[in-house]
Structures are given as structure tokens and as C-alpha cells.
């Protein structure tokens, strides 16, 4: 597994998803900087909540979409798959491989978050002490609730023979979230959707999907995240190549 | 584990929308031989190796590579198996040697043997190179150093030559020729064209419409060859019902009496009668069908293969 992580390493290392990691990181920071005020009760949790409904509404499942669809991309595009499943390696190790640069990418993408949250923060003078339990629960939150969408969009990245497919799928289950983030019925269960409702701190949101508890959310995403992993690696270590 | 074969497959068959692409195939591949797997195009050859390497599932059969099941041990296996499927897979956007470097951490083998494998196929030069710039020959032999990094004693080759010019063939052909026959690497290298592995194999398999309608030596299937004596005469027509009135079996093809392969003996006597009849006899040829011929007679398939 580690052997399969280091090679990964070396098809990522020089992919264009480098450009793509810190895009909402620095759209956030001059958002932050200009949509907060050191004058308000509480700036953090102001700032917080501002800057990740659109990072957890939009670019966090996007990003998700396109990662998954990126470490399939160079495996598709010149018979990647045969050459690689045609060496000693289990195809257990290879799914979760990817699945685990998947996650890579995005847990960096959230530490960018949270240091140009800090930035905001500091920059624009926020009184301290600085809410670390509220800011990385919210961080970490999101991450974890990519899980279930990663399993998914690996599954339907692994299934079409294309980049543009899979992303394609992403983004038209992405467009909604707004309104499926009012569902407290629907929304819990919408893996497009879960980064938000665990990103933003519900005191910020208290309507629709976010009034469900974060016990609840995380069993939701815990049971999703196991259905979504085990079809798509049942049907990748059955997949002819 | 004692088994001669490097590669043995029983009544191996490939189901795909309810046709057999692959239908009870028996191949058998001794340590140490260059195999040759022939057939048009769409025959199974490919389907059949995607199954050796475990890509694909068989629908039925039996599959033993190095003695050892591919269901059971496919990794233990792989692990001595080198091999280039189809078309040459990479990721354009590494040079020759970080598509090597990405292999070679999977194999776990020193560093050294990437610039071993680059220096076999000639690609020292280029290594610093994505690969999306080279040429097809070029990706080609990228393929067969990638297939050789893990220094295999079985390496399966599909189509090494697909797709390349007559240059590019020769130079991909030289290149299998010079792999180190002395370490007792077994090749098997698929192939539409009888002429591609007629100089380096030892045994073919021909394979039709799923079939295996041969499996034999390349001497074995010279012999399958029809040959026959072919003379050019000056009457040619007199000169055969002579020779059917002394009871000899001949025939006039383009101007010429062809007969079928005779022993020395008779073709004197045939000789002596016309010559005695006032026949002149210009010259008698033996010809031998061109292993072409064969291959296309068994595969009943004509033109492009």
C-alpha cells in the first residue's frame, strides 16, 4: 500500500490539480477581508460561517468531483489501468490508493481554508482568543463529510472511460445544494450537500437540513461512505480491463 | 510447481454477449521458447492475454502461468511476468523515466535497472522527456523497457508492432530478438502477421474465430505447407496428356506443368519421357507456399489480416 501511495505520487506530482488545490483558499481570503468586520459580536464565528458556504457549498464537492475524476484521468487516457493492474498489485490497494490521494488533496485543501480563514482573521484584526475548537470542527467536519462523495464520484470515475463524464455528474448534483440544504427531509442524505451541513456552525443555520444533529449527520455520512466504498470497489475488483 | 509449462491454459474460454471470443483454447508454452500467437484481427489473441494477466475473468477454463494458478496466486505470479497489452500504456504527461520510476516503485527493485531497461531500448537519451512527445515507436519500446523492468521470466508481448512503420517493425523486431535469451526468458508475442514472428519464434499457436486451429514448431507448420515441382516446358499442354498417358498426375497452371511434390526418382523419369518425346525443358522449380499461404488457407481469411 505504501509501495501504491508512492507511485501515485508520481503521476500527481506533476498534475495540473496543484492549480486547482488553493482556488478557494484565495477567493475566500479577499472575501473574508472585505465581507467582515473586527467590529462584530462574534468575527470568527461571522467570518467562518461567511466564507464556508460558499467553499462547502460549492468548491468542496466540485473539488471532490474533480480529484476523483483526476486520478482516474491519466490511468483511462493511454491503457493505464491494464498496465497497472498487470503488475503485482491488488486491486484492493489500487482503489484505495486512489481513494486516499483523493482525500489528500482535499485535507489540504481544507488546511488552506483554515490558514486563510486565520489570515482573515488576523489581518483584519479579530479580537483573540481565536475559537480553534469551532474552526477545526468545522474543517475537519467538511473533510470528513467528502468521504462519502469521494467513494462516489471514485465509483462513477472508475465507470465511465472519461474525465468529463464523472465531472459532468458532479457538477449538475452539486448546482442544487442550495436548495436541498433546506430539506431537513432530503438533505442529510445528499452526499453532494453533506460538506455544508457539516462546515457551517449551526447556530449560523438553523433551518432545513442543518437542523440535524452532528451525532446524526455523522452516522449518515458513516453508513454512506461504507455503501458508496464497498459497490465501487466491488465493481472495480470485478472490472475487465 | 514442477510443471514444464511457463504458460498452460485448459478449454480457456471468454463468453461475451453470448458468443465464445475465446472458445476452449489449450495453449501450452515450454520454458525458455519464443511463442508465437497468430491471428486476424478480432481472432481472441488479445482477449486471450487479458486473461493470462489476470484483467480479465475467464468464463470457464483453467489458467497455470510459472506452474501456479492466476486465481490463487495472480500477485507471486505477476510479479516474474513482464508484459505490454495492445496498444503501449503511459501517462504522457511524466517523461520516459518518471513512467518507469512510477512502475518500477510498485516492483520494488533498485533504481539502477530504470537506466538497465532505458539502455536496452534505446531511450537513454529521451528519458527527460514527457512521454506525449514521442513517437509511436518510441512509446512502443518505452512499453517493452516497462515490461522488462521487473526482469521477468515470462514476458508477454501483444501486438509489440502494431501500428509501425516497416522501420519501426524492424527496429522493435531486432530489439525482441536481442533480449537476453540467455537468461531463459519465455516470450509470448501475439502478432496478425506470420512474417512478424516467423524469424524469432520457436512454436506458433494460431488462433481463428476463438479457435486454436494450430499449435506446433514453425518447422512443423512449413511442412502443412503444400509444396510441389512446377516446370516450364515448350508445349505445355502436349507435354502433360504425355505424361498422363504414362500415367503421371500433372496439370497446366499459367503456362506451366505443375505436379505435386514427388520423390527424385519419378521427376527423372517424367524428364527422361519428354525429353525423349522432343519436349524442351527450361526449368523445374520447386515451390514451397510461403508460410503466408498457410497461415491464410487455415484462416480462411483473405487480404488484410
Known amino acids: 500500500m505504501l509501495a501504491m501511495m508512492r507511485s501515485e505520487w508520481m503521476k500527481i506530482r506533476r498534475s495540473i490539480v496543484w492549480l486547482l488545490v488553493p482556488i478557494s483558499p484565495l477567493l475566500a481570503l479577499p472575501a473574508g477581508l472585505l465581507g467582515t468586520s473586527a467590529t462584530d459580536g462574534a468575527p470568527w464565528q461571522e467570518a467562518l460561517a461567511l466564507l464556508a458556504v460558499l467553499h462547502a457549498m460549492l468548491f468542496l464537492p466540485l473539488l471532490t468531483c474533480v480529484f476523483a475524476a483526476m486520478v482516474c484521468r491519466y490511468e483511462h487516457l493511454n491503457g493505464g489501468w491494464k498496465q497497472l493492474l498487470a503488475l503485482p498489485v491488488s486491486r484492493t490497494s489500487v482503489y484505495a490508493a486512489k481513494l486516499a490521494v483523493i482525500l489528500l488533496l482535499l485535507a489540504l485543501v481544507q488546511l488552506l481554508f483554515l490558514l486563510a480563514l486565520l489570515m482573515v482573521g488576523i489581518l483584519g484584526g479579530f479580537a483573540p482568543p481565536i475559537p480553534w475548537g469551532a474552526l477545526l470542527s468545522s474543517v475537519l467536519g467538511g473533510w470528513i463529510a467528502c468521504l462519502p462523495l469521494a467513494a462516489l464520484q471514485l465509483f462513477a470515475s472508475t465507470l465511465f472511460q472519461s474525465f468529463a463524464a464523472p465531472v459532468a455528474a458532479g457538477v449538475v448534483f452539486t448546482m442544487p445544494n442550495m436548495l436541498i440544504a433546506n430539506s431537513a427531509q432530503y438533505g442529510p442524505y445528499y452526499p453532494w450537500v453533506q460538506p455544508m451541513l457539516a462546515m457551517i456552525p449551526r447556530e449560523h443555520m438553523a433551518f432545513g437540513a442543518f437542523g440535524i444533529t452532528s451525532g446524526t449527520l455523522l452516522a449518515v455520512i458513516g453508513v454512506s461512505f461504507a455503501a458508496f466504498f464497498l459497490v465501487g470497489w466491488t465493481y472495480f475488483s470485478r472490472k475487465a480491463v | ?305
Not at chain 2, 507435354?239 to 498426375?249: C, E, K, N, P, V
Open chain 2, 1 to 305: 510447481m514442477n510443471s514444464p509449462w511457463m504458460i498452460e491454459t485448459k478449454q480457456l474460454t471468454k463468453m461475451l454477449g453470448g458468443k465464445p471470443v475465446v472458445d476452449r483454447v489449450d495453449m501450452l508454452i515450454q520454458k525458455g521458447e519464443i511463442y508465437g500467437f497468430l491471428g486476424p484481427n478480432g481472432a481472441g489473441k488479445t482477449t486471450t492475454i487479458r486473461m493470462l494477466l489476470g484483467l480479465a475473468r475467464p468464463s470457464s477454463g483453467h489458467i497455470r502461468l510459472l506452474g501456479k494458478d492466476i486465481r490463487r496466486e495472480r500477485l507471486d505470479i505477476l510479479r516474474k511476468v513482464g508484459s505490454l497489452v495492445e496498444y503501449p500504456s503511459y501517462y504522457g504527461h511524466l517523461s520516459g523515466y518518471e513512467n518507469l520510476e512510477a512502475v518500477r516503485r510498485l516492483l520494488d527493485i533498485p533504481k539502477s535497472r530504470i537506466d538497465e531497461v532505458l539502455a536496452i531500448v534505446r531511450l537513454t537519451k529521451d528519458a527527460k522527456r514527457p512521454v506525449k512527445g514521442y513517437s509511436l515507436g518510441m512509446k512502443q519500446r518505452l512499453g517493452i523497457a516497462t515490461a522488462l523492468l521487473g526482469s521477468p521470466e515470462l514476458l508477454i508481448l501483444d501486438e509489440p508492432t502494431n501500428g509501425l512503420d516497416p522501420a519501426g517493425i524492424l527496429e522493435i523486431r531486432e530489439l525482441i530478438k536481442s533480449l537476453p535469451r540467455s537468461q531463459g526468458v519465455t516470450i509470448l508475442i501475439s502478432s496478425h502477421l506470420l512474417s512478424e514472428v516467423d524469424q524469432m519464434a520457436t512454436r506458433v499457436g494460431i488462433i481463428s474465430s476463438g479457435r486454436m486451429i494450430f499449435q506446433d514448431s514453425i518447422a512443423r507448420l512449413r511442412k502443412q505447407a503444400k509444396s510441389g515441382i512446377r516446370m516450364r516446358v515448350s508445349e505445355p499442354e502436349q507435354a502433360m496428356r504425355l505424361l498422363h498417358g504414362h500415367g503421371f498426375q500433372a496439370a497446366v497452371e499459367s503456362e506451366l506443368l505443375a505436379f505435386d511434390d514427388l520423390p527424385d526418382a519419378q521427376i527423372g523419369a517424367m524428364v527422361a519421357r519428354l525429353s525423349e518425346h522432343g519436349h524442351l525443358i527450361y526449368r523445374i522449380e520447386e515451390s514451397a507456399a510461403s508460410l503466408e499461404r498457410i497461415f491464410l488457407d487455415m484462416t480462411g481469411t483473405e487480404g488484410s489480416l
